[in-house]
């Protein structure tokens, strides 16, 4: 006579869910080096928009100074909001979670970079464009790992306190 052995549910565990979702392989990568291209494109067409479009056309010599004062700073946020445009886009193409939340979140964060660091980028502009990639690689990598929590109100807090914290830093 064969012995039956019965097991209860009482003898497993509940199956735990993880309180993040899991990036797929090579995620990082892409969305570090998304960021670094960021760090890198941003302050360049910014630069180049401002040096070779806004001046020219908007600032003559009868024109209001101080519009023309603030022109690298307009230029910059022109070419943060139109980036992170393209940054939804290619983030959906590659199925990163929450695309439109890193993006915003990382545009919003670094909008006060061009202004904050402008006295390093005109004495030495190789090293404004390296800590520029490096900084835009980090940001992007912090808000795709704190949009990674898998309830959207605390990653939505934890992402728009981080927001907060990061502009304070760029205010100062």
């Known amino acids: 006579m064969a012995t039956q052995t019965t097991s209860s549910v009482t003898d497993f565990e509940p199956h735990q869910k993880a309180s993040f979702f899991y990036p797929l392989e090579g995620e990082i990568i892409r969305t570090a080096s998304l960021g670094a291209v960021a760090g890198l494109t941003i302050p360049l067409f910014s630069a180049a928009f401002d040096q070779w479009f806004i001046k020219p056309v908007f600032c003559h010599a009868n024109q209001a100074a101080a519009f023309c004062s603030s022109t690298r700073q307009l230029s910059y946020g022109v070419f943060t909001a139109l980036f992170a445009t393209g940054a939804i886009a290619i983030l959906v193409h590659w199925q990163v979670f929450r695309p439109v939340l ?41 808000f795709y790992w704190l949009v990674r929590l898998r309830r959207f109100a605390a990653s939505l807090i934890v992402t728009i306190g981080t927001v907060i914290i990061l502009r304070w830093f760029f205010i100062l």
Do not use: D, H, K, P
């Open 102 to 142: 890193v993006t915003v979140a990382a545009g919003v964060s670094m909008w006060g970079f061009g202004q904050q660091f402008e006295a390093l980028a005109t004495r030495n502009l190789f090293e404004y464009l390296v800590f520029s990639i490096f900084l835009y690689a980090i940001i992007y990598l912090l």
